[in-house]
């Protein structure tokens, strides 16, 4: 039986960057502490706290006098770096660098004078840290339908989180640069409002639906491996269900029935952008260990 992951599933490189650096601070036998989860997967803050990394909130940050704390890949917003500094806390600062880009460029938008509109989660870790740029101003919508909210009777610029889908935020775009056009018309005003739409998904994320949709069509069954709290991970399972319905979703190992390869030629493993590779890879063995004991009744 063949037993394939999928190459263009787990983590992404940001978040890869973020460990990476979580792990350094570790090595050196410092105590670390992550404002937030560092990553939507219980196996992978399993792991890392087994190094001693430990998973705070910010009101901790009033009782943490002079810690190291870690930044996430999701970013924060400025007033989160302000606290640190009155209480003397050390930030490792993971921010992933695609978002802190987007975070620099809302900020130089923003203290231009232009309205910020962001297509994007209003409670998600990142998008709070990006509104945090326009000392809490922005507008942020999740759909077409919440575009009520934008008055176009200044310059406005559209941004969006990261993770977002490409199809909603071109239709939120063409959505406002529609009203700008009717209110041009309307009001007969000589000068246009200034409307732009920067698109700030992550090249790592958009585009990945299609490639999982092939590769669960690719194989007789699939397992998608994530934690059962990631988001991302729902989304992505579903679209592997649809492709093929002998998906399971599992978050580790001791979930995997055996009976669900019976007769398989080619088992497939994938997951969310959270999903540890090594956690896949441990699944892999154990599934081609199984195997060769001739536990699976294979082709
Ligand atoms: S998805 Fe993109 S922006 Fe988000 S952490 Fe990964 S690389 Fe960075």
């Excluded at 919440?146 to 939120?172: G, N």
């Excluded at 979930?255 to 090594?278: M, Y």
Aim: charged share 25%.
């Amino acid at each position: 039986m063949r037993v394939e992951i999928d190459r263009s599933s787990g983590f992404c490189w940001g978040v890869v960057r973020t460990v990476e650096i979580a792990e350094r601070e570790l090595a050196a036998g410092r105590k670390l502490y992550s404002l937030g989860d560092i990553i939507h997967n219980p196996m992978e803050i399993a792991r890392l706290r087994e190094q001693g990394l430990e998973t705070i909130t910010h009101a901790d940050l009033d009782r943490l006098t002079g810690a190291t704390v870690l930044v996430r890949a999701h970013g924060e917003p400025p007033e989160t770096f302000r606290k640190a500094r009155e209480r003397g806390i050390t930030i490792v600062d993971a921010t992933c660098p695609v978002v802190t880009k987007v975070q620099e460029r809302i900020r130089k938008f923003y203290l231009d004078g232009f309205q910020v509109v962001i297509f994007g989660k209003k409670d998600h870790a990142e998008v709070v840290g990006l509104v945090g740029q326009t000392n809490g101003e922005a507008i942020v919508l999740k759909s077409v339908a919440e575009i009520d909210a934008v008055t176009l009777d200044r310059k406005t610029v559209l941004f969006s989180q990261t993770t977002m889908d490409k199809p909603t935020f071109h239709a939120i775009r063409d959505a406002l640069a529609t009203r700008v056009k009717e209110l041009v018309v309307a009001t007969m005003e000589d000068e246009a409002v200034e409307f732009h739409a920067k698109d700030t998904i992550c090249g790592q994320v958009s585009g990945r639906d299609k490639k999982i949709r092939e590769f669960a069509r690719a194989h007789d069954v699939v397992l998608f491996v994530a934690g059962k709290h990631s988001s991302n991970g729902k989304v992505l399972y579903e679209i592997v269900r649809s492709e093929n319905p002998r998906t399971h979703f599992v978050e580790d190992l001791p979930e995997v029935d055996w009976n669900w390869f019976e007769g398989a030629c080619s088992v497939g493993i994938t997951g969310a952008t959270s999903t540890p590779q090594w956690l896949m890879e441990t699944i892999q063995n154990a599934i081609l260990q199984q195997s060769s004991n001739n536990t699976i009744h294979s082709h």
